[in-house]
């Protein structure tokens, strides 16, 4: 049975995206901890971070990267960063968070975002994404 990240990725359930390429996606997340919350999955099914290979996972911390540097240039955060639970759902997957304060590295902060919050944030994130070289992939 596929995950709910997969039948995100194959368009069954909706998703905000701001990056796909040919081994992963980045969408918004529903509950994020700040405005902008991205999570990068990789498009194969895989549970656990230690069981992709180091090749899948030096991308996805690679794209990780280019989505923070995109946050820090569009969310007014002080930091961002990055949190692989692997517990709310059985597919690998990073979430990239701008923050400014440690203290926002909590799930229970998480709030519900409106379509309309998804929408602003992914439309941010996207613009600068293709302002530094990406639009290939957003």
Do not use: K
């Not at 099914?45 to 794209?63: G, K, Q, T, Y």
């Not at 989505?67 to 569009?74: D, E, T």
């Not at 923050?99 to 902060?109: C, G, K, M, Q, Y």
Request: with cysteine.
């Amino acid at each position: 049975m596929a995950t709910l990240f997969t039948r995100i990725i194959d368009g069954e359930i909706p998703g905000t995206f701001v990056w796909r390429d040919d081994r992963c996606v980045v969408f918004l997340s529903i509950n994020p901890i700040s405005p902008g919350h991205a999570l990068v999955v990789p498009i194969e099914e895989i549970d656990h971070w230690v069981d992709a290979s180091p090749e899948l996972n030096a991308h996805l911390f690679r794209v990780a990267q280019l989505i923070g540097q995109a946050q820090q240039a569009v969310f007014d955060c002080d930091r961002v960063g990055l949190i692989v639970a692997g517990y709310e759902i059985p597919h690998l997957h990073v979430h990239v968070i701008p923050t400014t304060s440690i203290r926002e590295f909590n799930f229970a902060l998480a709030g519900n975002a409106t379509q309309e919050e998804l929408t602003i944030a992914a439309d941010l994130l996207r613009t600068e994404l293709r302002t530094r070289g990406y639009a290939e992939v957003v």
